[in-house]
C-alpha cells in the first residue's frame, strides 16, 4: 500500500519524518520545560551536599573558634613597699617682712635674695628726714622738763624745812608741793612722747628678726614702702628647708612621722634624705589628696620652689608581680585579665604599687597562683570562654 499523503494524528509529539518545522508557540513551551527540569536538578544537589555537611557536629565548629591565650601564674615576691609622691621645696618657716610703721620712702637696700643674715641686720632703710628733728626736740624737751622739775622738787623740800618755824604758810608749801608733782609728771610726759618718736623712728630701719636666708627682695630705692602692702623681704628662718607634698589617700595609712624619705630634684641624680616631719590632718574632698612634709638638710642645691619627687620606705612586702603586658587600664582604673576554674575570661581590678625589672607590683586585687593572660589582653571580653596555651618548652631542651 502506498503512504497516504493526508493521514493525521492526534500526538503532536509524534511529527513523522520530513515534516515541516515545528510551530514557535510549540517550540517556546518545549525551551522553558527543558529549563525548569535543569533547576529541579541542580537544586536536588545542593541539597544532598547540605545535608551531608550538617551531619558534622556544631561543637567541633565552636571548638575551632575558642582563642588560645597565654597566662602566667601569679606569684609573690619580696619587694620593698614604698609611698611615693611629688611636691616642691619649700622653707620650714617662710617670714615675710615688711614696714610696720608709717609709710615711707626707701632711701637704701643692704640685702639681695640669697644673702645670709644675722638677727638684727639692717635689711633696708626709709627716709627719716622728719622723725629725727622729732626726736632731738623731744630729748632737749625732756631735758629742760627734768630741769624744771628737779627745781621745784627742791624748793617744795625747803618749805617743808622751814614750815615748823613758821616761815612760810601751810598754804605756800602745799603749792609749791603741787609744783614739784606737776613738774615731775610733764616730765614723764615728754619722756613718753620721746620713746613713741624713737619708735617710729626706729621703724624707719627694716632689720631681719632672726637668723636665715634671704628668699626674695622686693625692695628697691624710691619705693614708697606702706603697712599691709606686700612684704619688702621674704626669709627663710635658720636656712631650713623642707618638702611638701600630696599623698594618696590609701597611702596615708601607712606613713608615720620619722620615717627616713629620699627626694630627688630635677637634673640631679644624687638623693636628699630627710625624714616625715608631718602628716596633714585632712584630706582634700576632692582631690583625696593629704599633705606630707620632709625635713631636709640645710643644702645650696635646695632652692625653694624646686620640683621635687619623693619617697618614703614603709617596709618589706610580699607582692604578686606580673609582666607590664598583663596590666591594663581604662577610665575605671587598672586591671588584669585572669582565667577561672571554668575556664573563662574574668576581670580583675588591681592597684599598681610600682615597678621593678621584673614587671609590675600588684599591691592589692590579685592573689597567689592565679592564672593572668600576658598578651593580647585587649582583644578580648569578659566572661569569654578561652583555651590555654602549654608552657613553652625550656631553653635547650631536647638539644645535643
Known amino acids: 500500500m502506498g503512504a497516504n499523503p493526508e493521514h493525521k494524528t492526534d500526538n503532536p509529539s509524534e511529527v513523522?519524518?520530513?515534516?515541516?518545522?515545528?510551530?514557535?508557540?510549540?517550540?517556546?513551551?518545549?525551551?522553558?520545560?527543558?529549563?525548569?527540569?535543569?533547576?529541579?536538578?541542580?537544586?536536588?544537589?545542593?541539597?544532598m551536599r547540605q545535608a551531608s555537611i550538617r551531619g558534622v557536629p556544631v561543637a567541633l565548629a565552636n571548638r575551632e573558634s575558642i582563642p588560645l591565650v597565654s597566662v602566667l601564674s601569679s606569684r609573690l615576691t619580696s619587694v620593698t613597699s614604698s609611698v611615693s609622691f611629688t611636691g616642691a621645696i619649700a622653707a620650714r618657716y617662710d617670714m615675710p617682712i615688711g614696714v610696720d610703721g608709717d609709710a615711707g620712702r626707701i632711701?637704701?637696700?643692704?640685702?639681695?635674695?640669697?644673702?645670709?643674715?644675722?638677727?638684727?641686720?639692717?635689711?633696708?632703710?626709709?627716709?627719716?628726714?622728719?622723725?629725727?628733728?622729732q626726736v632731738n626736740r623731744l630729748a632737749a624737751s625732756?631735758?629742760?622738763?627734768?630741769?624744771?622739775?628737779?627745781?621745784?622738787?627742791?624748793?617744795y623740800r625747803r618749805a617743808e624745812g622751814v614750815e615748823p618755824a613758821g616761815a612760810l604758810s601751810a598754804e605756800e608749801v602745799e603749792k609749791r608741793r603741787?609744783?614739784?608733782?606737776?613738774?615731775?609728771a610733764n616730765t614723764k610726759v615728754v619722756a613718753a612722747q620721746l620713746a613713741e618718736a624713737q619708735?617710729?623712728?626706729?621703724?624707719?630701719?627694716?632689720?631681719?628678726?632672726?637668723?636665715?636666708?634671704?628668699?626674695?627682695?622686693?625692695?628697691?630705692?624710691?619705693?614708697i614702702a606702706s603697712p599691709g602692702a606686700e612684704a619688702l623681704f621674704r626669709v627663710a628662718s635658720g636656712g631650713e628647708v623642707e618638702m611638701r607634698g600630696q599623698v594618696a589617700e590609701q597611702d596615708l595609712a601607712a606613713l608615720k612621722v620619722g620615717q627616713p624619705a629620699s627626694v630627688h630634684l630635677t637634673g640631679l641624680s644624687r638623693p636628699f634624705e630627710g625624714r616625715v616631719r608631718l602628716l596633714g590632718a585632712v584630706i582634700d574632698p576632692q582631690m583625696r589628696l593629704g599633705e606630707i612634709r620632709i625635713a631636709l638638710k640645710a643644702d645650696p642645691?635646695?632652692?625653694?620652689?624646686?620640683?621635687?619627687?619623693g619617697s618614703v620606705t614603709v617596709g618589706q612586702a610580699e607582692r604578686p608581680v606580673v609582666p607590664q603586658t598583663a596590666v591594663l587600664s581604662d577610665s575605671n582604673g587598672s586591671y588584669v585579665f585572669i582565667v577561672n576554674a571554668q575556664s573563662r575570661v574574668e576581670r580583675r581590678a588591681v592597684r599598681v604599687g610600682g615597678t621593678l625589672d621584673a614587671g609590675i607590683i600588684i599591691a592589692d586585687g590579685l592573689g597567689e597562683g592565679e592564672r593572668v593572660i600576658t598578651t593580647?589582653?585587649?582583644?578580648?571580653?569578659?566572661?569569654?570562654?578561652?583555651?590555654?596555651?602549654?608552657?613553652?618548652?625550656?631553653?635547650?631542651?631536647?638539644?645535643?
Open 16 to 47: 513523522p519524518l520530513g515534516s515541516p518545522a515545528l510551530p514557535p508557540a510549540r517550540l517556546r513551551w518545549m525551551l522553558g520545560a527543558a529549563a525548569v527540569a535543569i533547576a529541579l536538578t541542580v537544586a536536588a544537589a545542593l541539597w
Open 107 to 133: 632711701v637704701a637696700v643692704y640685702v639681695e635674695a640669697g644673702d645670709h643674715v644675722k638677727r638684727g641686720r639692717l635689711l633696708a632703710k626709709l627716709d627719716d628726714s622728719v622723725l629725727v628733728p
Open 142 to 155: 625732756l631735758e629742760q622738763a627734768r630741769a624744771q622739775a628737779a627745781l621745784s622738787a627742791a624748793e
Open 178 to 184: 603741787a609744783t614739784a608733782v606737776t613738774d615731775e
Open 199 to 223: 619708735a617710729r623712728l626706729s621703724r624707719t630701719r627694716v632689720i631681719a628678726p632672726v637668723d636665715g636666708t634671704v628668699l626674695t627682695r622686693r625692695a628697691e630705692v624710691g619705693q
Open 301 to 309: 642645691a635646695l632652692r625653694p620652689g624646686a620640683f621635687a619627687r
Open 376 to 400: 593580647a589582653g585587649a582583644f578580648l571580653r569578659a566572661g569569654e570562654t578561652v583555651k590555654v596555651a602549654p608552657p613553652p618548652a625550656a631553653e635547650g631542651a631536647g638539644g645535643s
